[in-house]
């Protein structure tokens, strides 16, 4: 039996459901996070791979397994909900392009330089990289709950 998520929840939402009577209840956590649609569209074809960002400390509340909700605008039709595969982190994001590969993060670019550009034209992006570092959050898109 599945319990729904309401759409009107913020930030992180515990659902529980029963494993079986010897076991422990399973925690299943939805964060969100804001994001441009064109975005949204490219991790929909599955073309955006990763979700990259300055590190800080809302991500900490993250872990492989539980379920992210990006959205663009407040509608329903907006959101694309992915379970998180990986999290990791890298001193900037040239090291991080390099490593995962610029087209599973941005993938209009046509170049590593150019993904780059795309990072660090963001307002604040390039400081809080060089202050925090960058992660890239796997994801796997999944049917909303």
């Known amino acids: 039996m599945s ?3 309401t759409r009107q929840a913020r930030n992180v939402l515990a659902v529980t ?7 422990p209840l399973l925690t299943i956590k939805v964060h969100n996070l804001g994001i441009k649609k064109i975005y949204i569209e490219d991790i929909r074809k599955k073309t955006k791979t990763f979700e ?5 400390r809302n991500v900490l509340q993250y872990r492989t397994g539980d379920f992210l909700r990006l959205y663009y605008m407040a509608k329903a039709s907006d959101d694309v909900c992915c379970q998180i595969t990986s999290i ?4 900037t ?8 590969g610029f087209k599973n ?5 046509q170049s590593l330089e150019e993904a780059l550009q795309a990072y660090h034209k963001i307002p604040k992006y390039t400081a809080k990289e060089a202050e925090h570092g960058v992660v890239a959050i796997g994801l796997k898109v999944v049917p909303h709950p």
Not at 17 to 23: A, S
Not at 93 to 100: I, P, R, T, Y
Not at 105 to 109: F, L, M, T, V, Y
Request: charged share 20%; aromatic share 10%.
């Open 93 to 100: 994001f040239e090291k991080m392009l390099s490593s995962l």
């Open 105 to 109: 993060s941005i993938p209009q670019a």
């Open 52 to 56: 990259c960002r300055p590190f800080c």
């Open 3 to 5: 319990t729904p998520i």
């Open 88 to 91: 990791k982190v890298f001193e």
């Open 17 to 23: 459901r029963p494993i079986h009577t010897h076991t």
